[in-house]
Each structure stands twice: as C-alpha cells, then as structure tokens.
C-alpha cells in the first residue's frame, strides 16, 4: 500500500490544493508498519485536477489531507483514490503510521469558500481498522483539528 501525505518541509500541508511535494509511505497492514518513505515533486504546472491522476500513475491507493476542496476531492476519488480528510496537524509519519495501525480518523473536512473549486457539498473522511466509521464535518480551514485516535 502506498499513502500520500502533502508536505511543506516536514510538515503536512494544511491546503491539499496547494500541494506541491507530497511524501509517500510504503506500509503493510498485515503486520502493520510503514516500510519506507519518500518525497514527490508534482511536475511544474500540476494543479489540484490533475493531482488524482498524477498520485494514481505513482501507484498511491490512500491521501491524508488536512483541507481539501470539493472540487479536488471529487477528482481523487475519480482516480479511485481513497481520501481521509480533516486529519489535523500531526507529523506525517506520525499520521501514517496511525493510519496504518487503525486509529486515524479524519473530521471529514473539506474547504467550500474556495471559488476555483466550485460546487458544494461536502466530503467524507473514512476511517482505517476496526471499529472506525466516517464522520461528516465542516470547513476546518480557518480551525485546524487534531485528528482523533484511539488507545492503544
């Protein structure tokens, strides 16, 4: 399994649309761990449309994001991409490795008051392992959540 995370440094980049470098994982999930990573360059002129297609060519089946657009959102999962939104501010290894041991759970956020994304409507973030469901959200754009997780 491969899971894109979009970077700036060393830390998520809240604004999934302006993403630039997007740092993948390798990871298992039976036994779960996080095999290795990796830094992306999207190529010059690579907007949030092309994004789904650009992540899907580099074999990515999952993207953590913190906001994203509706628009943006609707183009990963045209890719078939699976999209956990809202996940807070966490490091990304630390959100992928939660990820892949079943405790992370995004808001659901995605960014409506963005005019270059149109449309309206609202996203789901799904969560990975047992016992997580979706949970719907609003905008956290201006109000960054953590991510829930669970105990160990």
Known sequence: MRIA??????????????????????????????????????????????????????QVNVVLVGGIGAGALQHLNQAGLEVIAGVGSLPPEQLAAEFVAGKLVGSGATCQ??????????????????????????????QPRQAAATGA
């Open 5 to 58: 995370i979009p970077v700036h440094g060393d830390k998520l980049n809240s604004h999934f649309g302006q993403s630039r470098t997007f740092r993948i994982f390798t990871a298992t999930m039976q036994p779960p761990a996080i095999e290795g990573s990796m830094d992306l360059a999207c190529p010059e002129g690579c907007g949030c449309g092309q994004l789904g297609a650009f992540l899907q060519a580099n």
């Open 113 to 142: 008051s963005h005019g270059h994304h149109g449309g309206m409507g609202h996203g789901h973030g799904h969560g990975h392992g047992n016992g997580h469901g979706h949970r719907h959200g609003q905008c956290q754009c201006r």
